[in-house]
């Protein structure tokens, strides 16, 4: 006994005289840093940045506009400069700003910043945070902007009366009966998430109508409410728990996609929170009980639709038109990339303000670590309310989607309060497929734009490759310098240079069938031929051979820009390579359709195509890639410079390609250009 009490003190003694050793203390510096830290993540998790930061201003230096129905609210200068930020605050005065809406000075906070919901931060998270604002935050001198409130809400003596009616300053109290990961994901969700300021519908004098799950009015917590024209969806029970993990995490799932301010409280924080926050929350959220009042859609399988519906209405011709080329014609959209509009929570909404507003003036989506590149959904506000009643109704009541037709006045009243105006009229007149229905060859028509659009699958004898006509044609051959078919058929029968002949408009046709299609020509009376003359015909307008025709062709580009090809690869890595692959090989569906055709390869178009001169490309990608880049109608193309145009159409027009088998009797009298392939 006393040699093993012996040793036992002896390694107790040594054991003391290591830790007391500075070599191996705890420095307080190094434990202010750790509070610092953690702080930091403490404000990820209550989205200081992306409401305390302006546009293009410095982080957490205010500025930022708030549109309230009283009037507009600019959030605050937060950085520890002392004159002009928070710099003079002690920890007492910013745990009373924070939880009850009272200023250092003072004076109360507009509920535009969600202090009610901050209320339940714990001690530890308060100081820590404040440790954060107060050391980790580089302090910014710049005055706070003044606000632009209503009378008599610009008296800011009303908000105590506020305060005293519907704030309830308590932290949060776990519930024993629950796990610790259901009471972390409660904490963050009722507390720093402060999901409710935007997800929980509003009051008479626009208080949250219930901050928990818990009491009489405990169903309405998260059950959806409009902020400035954005609706927030329902929350409760709305997806499983990994669901609500990935949309946190990358701002999509397979039911839904971020929009409006939620791309940014993704960008800013969520796609920050660690996986068990992230869990926790999904934990919680899953668990709160559907409100069969509220707009709760629980998903369920994707249903197809027949023809008729999709080439038979208006909507479903509209939908084809502006909307298929990213969301597919089954409404799955694309994995990573686009979102599904089938079995979307948010489209199928019993508030469709969201779907109108994102229909408007287009979205991007969150840029995050794990989709570094942000696609961009353009604006249809050039549409009519009448198109556009049309098309919403048609994704909000398709596929199995449960969601309810929306009116020209829903539109209407939308576009106004969002303020968007009409734009200045373009020369170039888009034409609708859905006019097609009015016409009395109307089949035929319709059958011919799905020949240009579906052209490998339809005529599968005589396309040699996977492209379709749509592929450089885009959207049915209806978009400026997009190689439209307006007009067209106006220039027919005409001399063609690389023939060295007159030719008709079946002749084109062909040439196109065996050079771009890498394959063979149509027999001229065929149906198929005829319905694609019909289509391009029905384009003509009154389009003369000896005027300009607007929008012709794929534009012009200078001849005299010299190619950089090392620059063009770059620029194909960095733009052009999601969609069309890193070997141009295209990008498939699971199921093996292709979205975007292969760039190079076999199983492209081959160096007899138009499109294979490098000027020629360069033109196009300059006015029409890449697409889901900007808000531009239709397809949000565009964003390149000439010269990066330049350079990125010599790299892939000179990859390996099929040959062109005739490609000697091209051009008989000369006129060859320049950067043709032979």
Known sequence: MSCRFGLTSYAGMLLIAILMNPAFAISPDSQADEQVKRGEYLAHLGDCIACHTAKDGKSMAGGLEFK???????????????????????????????????????????????????????????????????????????????????????????????????????????????????????????????????????????????????????????????????????????????????????????????????????????????????????????????????????????????????????????????????????GRGMDKFFPPLANNSSIQSKNPTSVIHVVLSGWKAAETEQAKHAFSMPSYESLSDQELTEIVTFVRTQWGNQGEPVSAEEIRKVRDEIGIKPTEPSKFTVPRYASMLSSPNADQLIYGMRLMTDTMALLPKNVGDVLVCNSCHLNGGTMEHAAPYVGLAALFPSYAPRAGKIIDFKDRVNGCMRRSMNGKPLEKDSREMLSMIAYMDNMKGQAKADEPIPGRGVGKIDKSIIPNVDNGKKIYKDQCAVCHGDKGEGLKQADGRYVFPPLWGNQSFNIGAGIAKTYTAAAFVKNNMPISNTRKFPLGQGGLTDQEAVDVAQYFTHMPRPDYADKRKDWPKGGKPTDARY
């Open 68 to 330: 309230t129905p009283f009037g507009i609210v600019h959030s605050t200068n937060i950085t520890p400069d002392v004159k002009t930020g928070i710099g003079s605050y002690s920890l007492e005065q910013f745990d009373l700003a924070m939880r009850t809406g009272v200023a250092a000075d003072g004076h109360n906070l507009y509920p535009a910043m969600p202090y009610p919901s901050f209320a339940k931060i714990s001690a530890d998270d308060m100081k820590a945070l404040y440790a954060y604002v107060m050391h980790g935050v580089e302090p910014v001198s710049q005055p706070n902007k003044e606000n632009s409130m209503q009378w008599p809400f610009s008296m800011r003596f009303g908000l105590k009366f506020w305060n005293m009616a519907f704030l309830e300053d308590t932290t949060f109290k776990p519930d024993p009966a629950k796990s610790s990961q259901w009471n972390r994901g409660a904490y963050l969700v009722q507390g720093l998430g402060h999901c409710g300021s935007c997800h929980t519908p509003r009051g008479f004098a626009m208080q949250e109508t219930t901050m928990t799950q818990d009491g009489d009015r405990g169903r309405e917590f998260l059950a959806g409410s409009t902020v400035e024209n954005w609706h927030a969806v329902n929350l409760r029970n709305q997806w499983s728990q990994s669901e609500f993990a990935s949309f946190l995490k990358t701002g999509r799932n397979s039911h839904a996609t971020a929009y409006g301010t939620m791309t940014e409280v993704v960008h800013f924080s969520t796609q920050l929170f660690s996986e068990g926050d992230l869990s926790a929350i999904g934990e919680y959220l899953n668990s709160l009980p559907s409100n069969t009042e509220s707009e709760a859609i629980k998903p369920k399988l994707v249903a197809q639709i027949g023809e008729n519906v999709l080439y038979k209405t208006r909507g479903g011709l509209g939908y084809v038109q502006f909307c298929a080329t990213c969301h597919q014609n089954d």
